[in-house]
């Protein structure tokens, strides 16, 4: 069993759609990030998330810590969007991964 | 600034040979990570340094594979003997102190094992 499960695993949309990606753990955190992943293989910090919620830009990331699950939300998607989004869990001495959502935003 | 670097960016080694792999964090940042990611699947911690503490080496996979961070800033990765299966690009990462705050990638080492 994974300790860390996202779905969809892939995911196509139109330009413009509103996209949600979810993320559920089963291990106790002490934060949660959102990573992004380009094609080229370049990974980039998206959020850091310990409660609630966090926007930045089009990016929106919200946590329930009760219920052990997250979403990363992309408002009007573009395809500069498009990349794996990954979920990763920090229990305070070990990160746990989800195996990425594979995101292709078409114009 | 400049960011986080590794080198070298590519390493191709014979399987049984010892390789090490380097990364410079970004100047003031006391956390550096080490993940790898095998073709195909995901993301794998490593180990992590925390300023002058002692590594959490529980992501190790082998005793194969070992890691230092000298002077709190430069780090090494070596792989010992190393096999096919340790074929995979290597990814190291640098915060201001240790997560939860926010991680700065490098480019990664691609090592590949024949």
């Known amino acids: 069993k994974n300790e860390v499960e996202q779905s969809p695993q892939n995911l196509t949309a139109q330009e413009g759609e509103f996209i949600t990606i979810n993320c559920s753990y089963s291990v106790g955190i002490s934060a949660l990030h959102w990573l992004q992943q380009h094609p080229g293989g370049g990974i980039v910090s998206l959020f850091m998330l310990s409660s609630g919620k966090k926007k930045h830009g089009r990016l929106i990331a919200t946590i329930n810590i009760q219920e052990k699950h997250s979403s990363l939300h992309i408002t009007a998607s573009h395809p500069r969007d498009s990349a794996v989004y990954i979920c990763a869990a920090y229990t305070g001495n070990q990160f746990y991964f989800g195996t990425g959502t594979s995101l292709t935003v078409i114009p | 600034g400049a960011g986080v670097s590794q080198s070298p960016s590519n390493k191709v080694t014979e399987k049984g040979k010892d390789v090490e792999l380097r990364c410079d964090p970004i100047s003031g940042h006391t956390a550096l990570y080490w993940y790898r990611q095998s073709l195909g699947q995901g993301l794998e911690f490593l180990i992590y340094?925390?300023?002058?503490?002692?590594?959490?080496k529980s992501g190790l996979p082998s005793d194969r594979f070992s890691a230092e961070r000298t002077g709190g800033s430069v780090s090494t990765l070596t792989i010992q003997r190393t096999q096919q299966e340790d074929s995979a690009v290597y990814l190291c990462?640098?915060?201001?102190?240790?997560?939860?705050?926010?991680?700065?990638f490098g480019p990664g080492t691609r090592l590949t094992v024949t």
């Open positions: 340094f925390q300023g002058n503490s002692a590594p959490d």
């Open positions: 990462a640098s915060s201001l102190v240790g997560s939860p705050y926010e991680q700065y």
